[in-house]
């Protein structure tokens, strides 16, 4: 289910800031190799996501579940020389395309990439920490990266879910990843912690703004 025709998404994507010239380049690299290239996160989310980093003055950067690295170098253009973006990845195949990239970038001392199980990463970071957390990663385990994350985040902290509308899938569950993030949804619309809201940019946008 396509919730913006092609044509209105070309013409918002045309009066937005552009790529920079490496993250073209990974777009290409990631649509000539990958399987699954439209994982990626793409300009119109990225955008979304530079906003927000820049609108919050965020500075420490989590983010679940990195693919090839194209919105982990997206956020870490936009924060501070000082800045941090730590980006868990489970793929060896992914790691090496994202790092083959990073090291070509002046921001890639920013960056610094947590290979494994995002479950088991999370439970070794630090609590109240983060200033901005992006979650984009297998589904089924979703609510469970948001009950870890929330921890780590700091009061007035925002959190990030990708994909919450999945194609229109979590109106009527039918498979195990529509169900997943439709209970998803529903935990975070009873969390008392956040402020939440779910706009229908790209495949859906979860944010949530930890309460301080």
Not at 147 to 169: E, F, H, Y
Not at 187 to 200: E, G, H
């Amino acid at each position: 289910m396509k919730f913006v025709s092609s044509e209105i998404l070309a013409y918002c994507e045309s009066h937005s800031n552009k790529d920079s010239e490496l993250l073209k380049e990974l777009i290409e690299h990631t649509y000539a190799t990958e399987t699954a290239p439209q994982m990626i996160s793409g300009s119109h989310v990225g955008n979304f996501l530079q906003s927000l980093i820049k609108m919050t003055k965020s500075k420490n950067i989590l983010e679940i579940g990195m693919f090839t690295g194209y919105s982990a170098l997206k956020m870490a253009e936009v924060i501070p020389k000082d800045g941090i973006v730590h980006t868990c990845e489970l793929m060896e195949q992914h790691v090496q395309t994202a790092s083959s990239f990073f090291n070509r970038s002046s921001h890639k001392d920013k960056i610094s990439i947590f290979k494994g199980p995002a479950t088991e990463t999370l439970e070794q970071l630090k609590i109240n920490f983060y200033d901005f957390v992006f979650i984009d990663a297998d589904k089924q385990n979703y609510c469970e990266y948001y009950q870890k994350a929330i921890k780590l985040l700091k009061p007035g902290g925002v959190i990030v879910l990708d994909n919450m509308l999945w194609s229109g899938g979590v109106i009527d569950p039918k498979d195990i990843d529509s169900q997943a993030l439709a209970d998803t949804a529903e935990y975070i619309n009873s969390d008392d912690r956040v402020y939440n809201f779910l706009a229908p940019i790209r495949d859906g946008l979860m944010v949530c703004i930890k309460n301080e």
